[in-house]
C-alpha cells in the first residue's frame, strides 16, 4: 500500500510528462491514490485491459470509426453497465476513478475518461471534449461524438450545441471552439476542479487544499489556485498557512496585477492571527 506522499510523488511525476507520454488512466487512480491509499492500482489497470479484451472478442462487422466506437459503447454501457450517477451527481465518488470502476456509476468526465482508455487499447483515437457543463468524447476521424453519461449516445456537432443551448438555457452563445479537444492534462484539471467543487461546498477544507494543491501541479501559477487555497487555510483559522500560500504567490509571480489586494489580504490574515493570540 502507497502513502499519500507517494501517491501524491507519482501523480506529479505522471502529469509532468510530454503530452503523448501521460497514461491517464494511471495519472487518475494515482489521483483517487490520495482518497483511497489502500487502492490496487494494477487490478484496476487490468480491468480496463479485460473490457478492451472481451470487446475485441466480438465480431464487428464494419470498421469504421463510429462502428467501433458503438461496440465499445454497447459494452461498456450495456453490458457492464456504467452509468450516470444521476441520484448523487455531487459525490466526490464520481471523480474517483477507482470507485466509479467498482460502482459502476459516474459523472460525465469520469465515464469518458474509461471510454477513452478502453477505446485507446482498442487502437480507437479519440479525444475529451469539454462542453460548458457537460463532458463528451470525440471521435478524431469521424466528426461524431459520443456522451457517456447518457449510455454512449452518437451525437453530431449540431447535437453538441443543441446541448450546450439546452443546458444553458439558450444563455451561451454557441462557439466551435467548444469541440476542441482537451489535453490530458486539462482532463484531470478538470477531474480536480470537479472535486475541488465538492469538497469547498461541503466545507471540506482540508481535502480541498490537497486537491487545489494538484491542480498546481498541473497549472502552476494560475493565481486563483493560491487564493483558493489560502481561502481554505483561513476558513480552518489555518492563518499562518494562508499567509504562506499568498507570500509564495507574491515571490512566484514577481510583481503580479494584483499584488496590492494580495498585500491587503495578508495584512488581514495578520490581523486575524494576532486576535487569536
Known amino acids: 500500500m502507497s502513502t499519500n506522499a507517494e501517491f501524491r510523488s507519482m501523480f506529479t511525476e505522471e502529469v509532468r510528462k510530454p503530452e503523448e507520454d501521460i497514461r491517464l488512466d494511471r495519472a487518475a487512480l494515482y489521483l483517487a491514490g490520495e482518497e483511497y491509499p489502500e487502492i490496487d492500482v494494477q487490478s484496476y489497470l487490468a480491468e480496463l485491459d479485460a473490457f478492451a479484451s472481451q470487446i475485441a472478442l466480438r465480431e464487428i462487422d464494419e470498421t469504421t470509426p463510429a462502428d467501433l466506437a458503438h461496440v465499445i459503447a454497447r459494452y461498456l454501457f450495456d453490458e457492464v453497465g456504467l452509468h450516470g450517477n444521476t441520484g448523487e451527481y455531487y459525490s466526490p465518488e464520481n471523480s474517483y476513478l477507482n470507485r466509479v470502476l467498482e460502482t459502476r456509476t459516474g459523472i460525465p468526465i469520469t465515464l469518458s475518461l474509461i471510454f477513452l482508455e478502453v477505446a485507446r487499447r482498442m487502437g480507437l483515437k479519440c479525444s475529451g471534449i469539454g462542453l460548458p457543463g457537460h463532458f463528451i468524447v470525440g471521435l ?9 453519461f447518457n449510455s454512449g449516445t452518437l451525437l453530431s456537432a449540431e ?5 450546450v443551448q439546452r443546458m444553458s438555457g439558450g444563455q451561451l452563445e454557441w462557439t466551435d471552439r467548444f469541440l476542441a479537444p482537451y489535453t490530458k492534462g486539462d482532463i484531470l484539471f478538470r477531474v480536480l476542479n470537479n472535486l475541488k467543487s465538492v469538497y469547498m461546498q461541503s466545507k471540506g477544507y482540508t481535502k480541498a487544499v490537497g486537491v487545489i494543491q494538484r491542480m498546481a501541479i498541473i497549472s502552476p501559477g494560475q493565481p486563483s489556485l493560491y487564493q483558493e487555497q489560502a481561502w481554505c ?9 494562508a499567509i504562506g500560500v499568498l507570500e509564495a504567490y507574491l515571490e512566484e509571480a514577481g510583481e503580479p ?19 487569536l493570540n
Open 140 to 148: 478524431d476521424d469521424a466528426g461524431e461524438y459520443l456522451d457517456p
Open 159 to 163: 447535437d453538441c450545441r443543441t446541448l
Open 233 to 241: 487555510h483561513a476558513q480552518q483559522h489555518e492563518y499562518r498557512l
Open 257 to 275: 496585477d494584483d499584488a496590492k489586494q494580495i498585500k491587503d489580504q495578508i495584512t488581514g490574515l495578520w490581523a486575524s492571527l494576532s486576535r
